[in-house]
């Protein structure tokens, strides 16, 4: 069986040294699928981790939040939706959201098979070491078609007892610490928004035109160029944008259109285009402005709108 290698980065936690990527199979056999926090009859710390474990597989964003301490649970509800997902795939090494089952082995320690499309993991919870309001458990998880036992990841998670309830602590030797890591987050997250707004300012110039083209006049608003809600498209809803972005905001950025001058209609009509970080320094820095002759700009204005005077950037 070829198993590819995966590696976490820091800024996320230490697993261990290198870790595999599940390769595609078919999933093993199971137990029916049972939801999150129905399955045994104590909730303690490994029905906590359990329950933990299977939001993470569902990619359930509130579920999962729920087992983080209050100080992560904050920092967690402002990262961006693709940031979050992207931290709860690392609990179960899929990509795709999946569905968990929730199941024992003979000591009645939880089991949690995680079956997506792509393939399955099957995460075993050792008996958990508890001290005061600490406890540890030992954690193994393996793709659910490997029985040879070679590709087992293990590692201990900690939790802590926090308002009557256990929350999650640490992993291996690292605290989670979400606070501490949003800023390098938030660093990457909006150096990818940049990008893709930058590539958005390019297809909404290219809807302008497409629309100017057909109709002989400039749309009125960005709403002009998305889909219809029924019926063909026509000089109201042209469909030659998606209705995210015809709305104007997508991947933490806001757009604006104008139009310049007097007059919308005809070859000679201008308009502009900005982009603008929804929240400055965290969904993005730099604001961007495609100018009546189609020149791209972009600078670090804080959060304010583009300007004609900003410095030419690389047309995408």
Request: charged share 20%; glycine share 10%.
């Amino acid at each position: 069986m070829n198993i590819r290698k995966r590696y976490f980065t820091a800024s996320v936690f230490i697993f261990a040294a290198a870790l595999l990527l599940l390769p595609l199979g078919s999933p093993a056999q199971s137990s029916s699928p049972v939801p999150a926090g129905q399955a045994g009859s104590s909730y303690g710390p490994s029905a906590a981790l359990r329950d933990l474990l299977a939001a993470a597989c569902s990619q359930n964003q509130n579920e999962f939040s729920r087992f983080l301490t209050q100080r992560n649970q904050q920092t967690f509800s402002q990262l961006a939706p693709a940031a979050r997902v992207a931290f709860m795939k690392r609990f179960v090494l899929l990509n795709e959201p999946g569905k968990p089952t929730l199941s024992a082995n003979p000591a009645g320690r939880p089991i949690v098979l995680c079956t997506t499309p792509a393939g399955a993991a099957e995460i075993q919870i050792g008996g958990a070491d508890i001290q005061d309001n600490v406890a540890f458990l030992p954690v193994n998880l393996h793709d659910a078609t490997d029985n040879s036992g070679t590709g087992v990841i293990q590692v201990n998670m900690g939790l802590v007892r926090e308002g009557g309830e256990w929350k999650l602590l640490s992993l291996g030797l690292v605290l989670l610490d979400l606070p501490s890591l949003e800023l390098e987050w938030d660093s990457a997250e909006a150096d990818k928004n940049e990008e893709a707004a930058i590539v958005s300012l390019k297809t909404i110039a290219e809807a302008v035109e497409a629309f100017r083209t057909k109709y002989a006049r400039l749309p009125s608003s960005l709403s002009n160029l998305g889909p219809p809600l029924q019926g063909a498209a026509n000089a109201d809803a042209a469909g030659l944008l998606d209705s995210d972005l015809a709305s104007g905001v997508q991947d933490g950025y806001s757009f604006r259109y104008v139009i310049l001058g007097g007059s919308g209609i005809g070859a000679p009509a201008k308009y502009a285009l900005s982009a603008t970080p929804l929240s400055y320094g965290r969904t993005g820095h730099r604001s961007f402005f495609r100018d009546a002759d189609g020149t791209l700009r972009g600078a670090d204005r804080k959060g304010a709108v583009g300007s004609e005077t900003d410095p030419k950037l690389p047309q995408p």
